[in-house]
């Protein structure tokens, strides 16, 4: 994996400052994850997942190892964050939390840490409690 | 027999409304002219932002100072356009209305607005409010959820309330109304989402919706011909009303744009695709499309034609005027909506070469005609445009037009657009392109007869909020990282500014009460460029709104 992300860089140094829309930053969920951040997320939490965390949360802060409390806001909502669970399916969800806790690609998946409890038993325990 | 119900219906209306409510439709159309009240949005239906008023000027505007600050208890954007009538501030953010005492900040009443948790879903941009409109003692407003509702200006208590459309397949309201007679007239949001667009107009007495005239027409009506896909696209093909529209009395007509074709994907929907970007002309009463011009025929780029729409006249001719998305500055004659002029009015534009004098057509290069055939471009001016929805004023008598302008591109390639209800229908992978030495955004004096600009002033963060202009030879505005700011007009030199907390992106007005004169202006960072730019260099700006009053120390 670690020769992987090595080539990406490589190739990325490469490119041109350009447009580079190319993905698989070494998880295979990650370009799925990518796309519902997109269609879902962006337009409050930034394009790439890049905001100034002022009026909106800065998910790069989100800690990996609460994929429990990540659903929970994502289906559920909390505070000023809307609820998608009518809308979102819960595969979905699983892609999303891969590229955030890979900081949209910046960061390796954080294998040793990383909560990767599935969405659905994740949402059957929500509702369960 | 309809006309005399309505005249029974505004005089049943004025004989209730208490006396110092009662604003007339006169009183409305002389804005402008009573510099003690603010009633329209704009500051008079020709949207000029300009001010008589000349007690603060280039020499006293040093004593500018705080008067009074008030909290609008929310850490959104700001956009609010405030109004002031007979001593008393009215304003909006997304989850409440506030009225308070013009002269002390003092709350009068605070009504709140209440909407499903879902509701942010549905809103592209930032969650904001642009502001009410107020008549016969009724403070109208629109809410994120796509509901019009009317308060009693004395108690804040819900006159009225009713509901568009279901916001959850992506529509929403974001724009003040525009009140002409006895209606209010709004556009819906929603040009992300795949919606179908419209503009209309609701009975301010009652609530009833009055007219309501979609951007797009369905099969057969005028303008459908411009849809070639031969399938559905027309049923999601965008062409938002979000910004709220000018008003001629002389020629009763409402001027008004429209936004984006949706997807951003024009590959997928050959034809020009009418009414998505373009400038209409419609009858308050009937919602009757009188004629339209439009700026960017199948538009791939997301540049909206929703940008305020400036009533002037230019060399003895009845015009309107707008700094558009698409890079130009549009003017044509109002009442016949032919193309007098347009001009570049920012420094990089690439997708056209100019705009033909005759068909008023953009002459495209090839960075269009690539978009839209699929492959991957870098277009100038960016999705936000040239200028994005922060309006600017206008100088009659120095014909300058002062512009919060933008100088960044967008990597863009087509794809496959899919459609799901109440989710972003984008059709294209982007990123930004931002300019490697120059500032992303400059304020501007533009003549607009030519597009040039005699001043200018670079900001690194780009100015998102409106301009307003006086005849004291200043000119208003203020920065994403909260300063307030007043130019001199002539020079651009930057006289005064005043470091308010948070970032603006809101708009500034100017009143008089006791022969003083007051500016005021919402800060609260936040909305399109603060969510979605990714510019890192606001995180030390906090969030947080508030109505600041300003006036010269004694």
Wanted: glycine share 10%; proline share 5%; charged share 20%.
């Amino acid at each position: 994996m670690l020769k992987r992300i090595t080539l990406t860089l490589t190739l990325m140094a490469l490119l041109p400052a350009a447009p580079s829309f190319a993905e698989d930053a070494g998880h295979p969920l990650f370009k799925d994850g990518k796309t519902v951040f997109k269609d879902f997320c962006s337009h409050c939490h930034g394009i790439d997942m890049v905001n100034p965390g002022t009026s909106s949360y800065d998910l790069r802060r989100w800690p990996v190892e609460n994929k429990t409390g990540f659903v929970s806001s994502v289906m559920k909502g909390k505070g000023d964050m809307p609820a998608w669970g009518d809308i979102l399916f819960p595969a979905e969800v699983d892609a999303l939390w891969v590229y955030v806790i890979m900081r949209a690609g910046k960061e390796p998946f954080p294998e040793a840490t990383a909560e990767m409890t599935l969405t659905e038993e994740i949402m059957a325990k929500l509702s369960d409690g | 027999m309809r006309l005399n119900l309505t005249v029974l219906a505004v005089s049943a209306a004025l004989l209730a409304a208490p006396a110092a409510f009662a604003q007339s439709q006169a009183d409305l159309e002389n804005d402008v002219s009573t510099p003690g009240d603010v009633l329209t949005y704009g500051m008079g239906y020709d949207l000029t932002r300009h001010s008589a008023l000349t007690q603060i000027n280039k020499d006293t505007v040093k004593r500018l100072v705080p008067a009074w600050s008030y909290s609008l208890a929310d850490s959104r954007g700001q956009e609010t356009f405030p109004l002031i009538h007979n001593g008393v501030m009215y304003a909006t953010t997304h989850n409440a209305t506030v009225a308070v005492d013009a002269l002390t900040g003092t709350q009068k009443w605070k009504t709140a607005v209440e909407y499903p948790a879902e509701t942010p879903r549905v809103a592209c941009c930032g969650i904001v409010n642009r502001g009410g409109a107020i008549k016969d003692g009724k403070f109208i407003r629109t809410t994120l959820d796509a509901h019009i509702v009317a308060l009693d200006m004395a108690t804040g208590a819900e006159l009225w309330k009713t509901k568009s459309i279901d916001f959850k397949t992506g529509y929403s309201f974001t724009v003040a109304p525009l009140i002409v007679g006895n209606v209010a007239i709004v556009g819906i949001s929603g040009g992300e989402y795949g919606i179908r667009g419209y503009i209309e107009a609701y009975d301010i007495e009652t609530g009833a919706q009055v007219w309501r005239t979609y951007t797009i027409p369905a099969p057969g009506e005028p303008g459908s011909e411009t849809w070639q896909d031969g399938g559905d696209a027309w049923k999601h093909g965008g062409a938002p009303g979000w910004l709220t529209g000018s008003y001629d009395p002389e020629l009763d007509l409402v001027f008004w744009g429209t936004g984006n074709a949706a997807s951003w994907n024009a590959g997928v929907r050959p034809g020009d695709n009418l009414y998505t970007s373009t400038i209409l002309a419609l009858d308050p009463k009937s919602g009757e499309i009188k004629w339209h011009f439009q700026t960017s025929p199948n538009d791939p780029f997301d540049h909206d034609s929703t940008n305020e729409l400036i009533l002037t006249e230019l060399n003895g001719e009845k015009v309107l005027m707008q700094a558009s998305r698409n890079g130009f500055l549009y003017v044509l004659n109002r009442e016949t909506g032919e193309l007098v002029t347009a001009n570049k009015f920012v420094d990089q534009v690439n997708w056209a070469t100019g705009v033909d004098k005759e068909t008023g057509r953009p002459l495209v290069t090839d960075v269009y005609t690539k978009a839209v055939a699929g492959e991957e471009v870098t277009y100038w001016p960016s999705a936000l445009g040239g200028k994005n929805w922060s309006p600017s004023s206008y100088d009659a008598k120095r014909q300058l037009m002062f512009v919060n302008t933008l100088n960044f591109g967008l990597n863009y390639k087509a794809v496959e657009p899919k459609y799901r209800p109440g989710v972003f229908y984008f059709g294209a992978e982007f990123s930004w392109a931002w300019p490697e030495e120059e500032p992303r955004g400059y304020l501007r004096a533009i003549d607009p007869m030519t597009g040039e600009f005699k001043w200018q002033d670079g900001v690194e963060i780009p100015r998102l909020g409106a301009v307003m202009s006086t005849d004291g030879g200043l000119v208003f505005t203020g920065t994403q990282t909260g300063e307030f700011e007043a130019f001199d007009s002539d020079t651009g030199e930057k006289l005064w500014e005043y470091q308010t907390g948070s970032g603006i992106v809101g708009q500034p007005i100017t009143w008089e009460a006791d022969g003083k004169q007051y500016v005021t202006i919402a800060n609260g960072g936040g909305a399109v460029y603060a969510l979605f730019a990714g510019d890192e260099r606001l995180a030390n700006t906090p969030a947080g709104g508030n109505l600041i009053t300003f006036k010269l120390l004694d």
